[in-house]
């Protein structure tokens, strides 16, 4: 059972962890072992509210497929628990950057005195590049 909040939480049958052998370097324990953790989520088939399957599928992130699957690949740590940790924790993150509701922002003016103080550094800045100009008699 993962724990998004108090209210909502996500049963372990919704979300499928396969163990794969991991990429790269790492000699005898990364051609033997399968110690990475794909992790698939299918944002449909949840028991998400609906809010929540929305704003995932509204979300450009490469993880998330076209069919609305989450694609998850850990394979950081040499163990497979600690890569399913992570799995877990990165879905969980995902979720709850949706979760978050950006505020809208107002669009404000400079104040009078903020454009005079602007214009008189202007001002005095130019001034400053004249003195260094050619002195003639």
């Known amino acids: 059972m993962l724990k998004i909040s108090n209210a909502i939480s996500i049963p372990d049958d919704e979300i499928e962890l396969t ?43 490469s993880r998330i497929t076209k069919e609305g699957i989450i694609v998850i690949k850990a394979q950081q740590f040499r163990t497979q628990e600690k890569n399913r940790d992570d799995a877990l924790q990165r879905l969980l993150l995902l979720i709850k950057t949706v979760t978050v509701v950006q505020k809208t922002r107002k669009a404000t003016k400079p104040s009078r005195s903020a454009k005079r103080k602007r214009m ?11 003195m260094r100009g050619r002195v003639t008699d």
Do not use: C, M, W
């Open 19 to 61: 163990a794969i052998r991991a990429q790269g370097s790492g000699g005898q324990n990364v051609n033997k072992v399968s110690s990475a953790i794909h992790l698939r989520f299918d944002i449909h088939a949840s028991s998400l509210p609906v809010v929540y399957k929305e704003r995932l599928l509204q979300l450009k992130d």
């Open 120 to 130: 008189d550094s202007k001002t005095k800045r130019g001034q400053v590049k004249v």
